[in-house]
């Protein structure tokens, strides 16, 4: 197990720069997801870490060791680097037995076939596969056939474990299973793990701490409960679970919605137009408060998501009691946060 720091690391291809400076500690055994939407550089970090990219500039340490420093000519190749890494595609040899697969990466690494079975059968095991060794991938799920690649990568006892989108291709009962299952074998190995999304439920349920990135910059770096509840600007609070975001003018250092007063903290935010953000859960029905139309109702099992026209603004609530659509309502706010208007 080991750190993994990046300091001002960065990528382009040609003249577009894709990572712009990330600079990232990331403690032995923790685990990091890096979230943000397609194209905001999540993959190139992940694989600078690994080292199948070449950064154009900065430095990238596992543990003590430099792996990675153009200025100093320094760049230790991926199989040198002994991390663990599981992607999107499952990557499985298809023409190689379950067990061969995770056999493969030892015997590069010159173990001994003794050495080399106990480690097979002890990745297997943590990944609920050790009963299905002999099988070809083919005769596999996808979800067994990800597990086989998870086993390849916790076989050869990595530094680090590097996984990228690694539920994606699986359905949603699927994704839950693996997800909890990978919670647990970190719960066990203690693994430094980073862990790319961009489905920000699977990083708020499995991380210590999430990375937004955006435009290959970070913009906020916390755990899960922070960048929920305290997120930085109005871009992270919209990617970063449910949000909707409602105009309004800022006066003193208060705001009102239709008319009624509603309590923000608007410290160090100028006067004038600003967005208030407000999450589903946050949304109560009141006797009396700001008017609300409900537009439409979905059920949603243990409760129920209504839209809201709230003074011209559509807004997602979440509620225990059913409404219908056209019911003229009331609602308060719970807990809202206040961004300028020109926050991305
Ligand atoms: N080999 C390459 N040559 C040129 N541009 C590239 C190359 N690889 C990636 N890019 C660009 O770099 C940017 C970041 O790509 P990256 O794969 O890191 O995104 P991502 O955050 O993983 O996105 P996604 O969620 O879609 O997987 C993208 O704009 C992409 O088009
Ligand atoms: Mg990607």
């Known amino acids: 197990m080991a750190s993994v720091t990046l300091e001002n690391i960065q990528k382009a291809y040609g003249d577009v720069q894709v990572v712009r400076g990330v600079d990232l500690a990331i403690a032995d055994g923790e685990f990091v997801a890096l979230l943000g939407p397609s194209g905001c550089g999540k993959t190139t ?22 792996v990675s420093n153009p200025a100093q000519n320094i760049f230790v190749p991926p199989e040198k680097r002994r991390l663990g890494m599981v992607f999107q595609s499952y990557a499985v040899w298809p023409h190689m037995s379950v067990a061969q697969n995770v056999a493969y990466p030892l015997k590069l690494q010159g173990s001994g076939r003794a050495e080399r079975d106990v480690a097979v059968q002890r990745a297997l095991d943590m990944v609920q596969l050790g009963h299905l060794g002999k099988r070809m991938p083919h005769q596999l799920s996808g979800g067994q056939q990800q597990r086989v690649a998870l086993a390849r990568a916790l076989a050869m006892e990595p530094r680090v474990l590097l996984l990228d989108e690694p539920l994606s291709n699986l359905d949603a009962h699927l994704r839950e299973e693996l ?42 770096a916390g755990p899960p409960p922070e960048v929920y509840t305290a997120p930085v600007d109005a871009f ?19 705001v009102k919605v239709a008319g009624v007063d509603v309590a923000v903290d608007a410290e160090g935010l100028p006067e004038g137009p600003a967005q208030l953000m407000l999450r589903p859960e946050a949304i109560v029905l009141s006797e009396s408060g700001i008017p609300a139309k409900v537009t439409s109702v979905t059920y949603l099992g243990d409760r129920h998501e209504l839209w809201l026209d709230i003074a011209g603004t559509a807004v997602r609530a979440h509620v225990e009691t ?7 309502v009331h609602v308060s706010f719970t807990r809202v946060k206040l961004f300028p208007v020109d926050s991305p």
């Not at 992940?46 to 060791?65: F, Q, S």
């Not at 190995?189 to 990083?203: F, P, S």
């Not at 059913?322 to 003229?328: L, R, S, T, V």
């Open 322 to 328: 059913p409404a219908a659509p056209g019911d003229q």
């Open 45 to 66: 970090t992940l694989r600078m870490i690994a080292g199948l990219e070449e950064p154009t500039g900065g430095k990238v340490l596992i543990g003590d060791e430099i």
């Open 179 to 220: 997800r909890r299952e990978i919670s647990l074998i970190r719960a066990r190995t203690g693994l430094t793990i980073v862990y790319v999304t961009h489905d920000q439920e699977e990083a708020l349920a499995l991380a210590d701490r999430i990375v937004i990135l955006d435009g290959g910059r970070i913009r906020q």
């Open 236 to 254: 992270v609070g919209g990617f970063i679970g449910k949000a909707s975001f409602l105009p309004v003018d800022l006066v003193g250092s208060g």
